[in-house]
C-alpha cells in the first residue's frame, strides 16, 4: 500500500509563500521512482506542477518555473514544495502523486488559496 499526505496549505496574500509537504509511507521507493505535484482548479482539468526524478531532477510547469521549488528526503519519505511569490492564478487545490512503473497514487489533496 501507499499512503500519501499533504499538509501546509491555507489562505496566503498575493506576493507570499508557503511551503508545502507530503508525507509518504508504505511501499515508497523515492531512490527508484518519480514523485510530483499536481494541482486543480474549479473547472480545469488537474495540471502538472512539478515533479523530481528518483535521480534528483526536477521539471516544472512554465506557469509556476522562477517561483517554486520541489524537493524532497528520502530518508524522511518526505516530498516537499516550496511556494513563493504567490497569485491567484495559483489558487487551487494542490495533490502529493508518487509514480510507480503505469500506478499513480495521490494523496487527498490540500487547498491553497491566493486572496487579498
Known amino acids: 500500500q501507499v499512503q500519501l499526505v499533504e499538509s501546509g496549505g491555507g489562505l496566503v496574500q498575493p506576493g507570499g509563500s508557503l511551503r508545502l509537504s507530503c508525507a509518504a509511507s508504505?511501499?515508497?521507493?523515492?531512490?527508484?521512482?518519480?514523485m510530483a505535484w499536481y494541482r486543480q482548479s474549479p473547472g480545469k482539468q488537474r495540471e502538472l506542477v512539478a515533479i523530481i526524478m528518483s535521480n534528483g531532477d526536477t521539471s516544472y510547469s512554465d506557469s509556476v518555473k522562477g517561483r517554486f521549488t520541489i524537493s524532497k528526503d528520502n530518508g524522511k519519505k518526505m516530498l516537499l514544495l516550496q511556494m513563493n511569490s504567490l497569485e491567484p492564478e495559483d489558487t487551487a487545490v494542490y495533490y502529493c502523486?508518487?509514480?510507480?512503473?503505469?500506478?499513480?497514487?495521490w494523496g487527498q489533496g490540500i487547498q491553497v488559496t491566493v486572496s487579498s
Open positions: 502523486n508518487y509514480k510507480r512503473g503505469y500506478q499513480n497514487y
Open positions: 508504505g511501499s515508497i521507493v523515492t531512490t527508484i521512482n518519480a
